[in-house]
T-cell receptor, first 111, second 114 residues
Framework: DAKTTQPNSMESNEEEPVHLPCNHSTISGTDYIHWYRQLPSQGPEYVIHGLTSNVNNRMASLAIAEDRKSSTLILHRATLRDAAVYYCILRDNNQGGKLIFGQGTELSVKP | ETGVTQSPTHLIKTRGQQVTLRCSSQSGHNTVSWYQQALGQGPQFIFQYYREEENGRGNFPPRFSGLQFPNYSSELNVNALELDDSALYLC?????????????FGPGTRLTVT
């Protein structure tokens, strides 16, 4: 299973942009990059995913390096509600539904 | 549309006992996955059920077993409980037809084994 590396923790100020990095140097051509987050006392929730091109949705943007060995989740204006553990996950279509979570990055947001 | 629900919310069991956890999938979803999350760790995949059949399994012993019912709800059974089984158990539902689409997680069941 391909692995990802993320910083253990990051801090942000409210209403400022946040860039959460993820390294995945052993990514294969069929791996999609998924991001989930887990708010305190809740199950994980889907944030965004992509393959090669940058992706935007209402929650965040995903910037993928040209060689696909790293990616960055971008929260454009952090709110207190964005304080959570963010997981970067590689997911192969051949693996079916399995999500392989790492340690994730614990994001704290200061008012 | 009802989200993923799990029961019970909390549970305390004694080592050696058996436990059954339940999950109701989101409306329209035919696939349920179960995860174990130890304190301070990311969730670990236990297994997945699709149309009442096991469809993939993680590195968990056979005393972890499951069922999926015709309405796509699911159970996780753990026999011969060990202290290390204390964790948050999460289920997630998805639609197989959506391929790599998102999984929707329930709030989890907190199991404590004493």
């Amino acid at each position: 299973d391909a692995k990802t590396t993320q910083p253990n923790s990051m801090e942000s100020n409210e209403e400022e942009p946040v860039h959460l990095p993820c390294n995945h140097s052993t990514i294969s051509g069929t791996d999609y990059i998924h991001w989930y987050r887990q708010l305190p006392s809740q199950g994980p929730e889907y944030v965004i995913h992509g393959l090669t091109s940058n992706v935007n949705n209402r929650m965040a943007s995903l910037a993928i390096a040209e060689d696909r060995k790293s990616s960055t989740l971008i929260l454009h204006r952090a709110t207190l509600r964005d304080a959570a553990v963010y997981y970067c996950i590689l997911r192969d279509n051949n693996q079916g539904g399995k999500l392989i979570f790492g340690q994730g990055t614990e994001l704290s947001v200061k008012p | 549309e009802t989200g993923v629900t799990q029961s019970p919310t909390h549970l305390i069991k004694t080592r050696g006992q058996q436990v059954t956890l339940r999950c109701s999938s989101q409306s329209g979803h035919n696939t349920v996955s179960w995860y174990q999350q130890a304190l301070g760790q990311g969730p670990q995949f236990i297994f997945q059920y699709y149309r009442e059949e096991e469809n993939g399994r993680g590195n968990f012993p056979p005393r972890f077993s499951g069922l999926q019912f015709p309405n796509y709800s699911s159970e996780l059974n753990v026999n011969a409980l060990e202290l290390d089984d204390s964790a948050l158990y999460l289920c997630a539902s998805s639609s197989k037809a959506s391929g790599l689409g998102e999984q929707y997680f329930g709030p989890g069941t907190r199991l404590t084994v004493t």
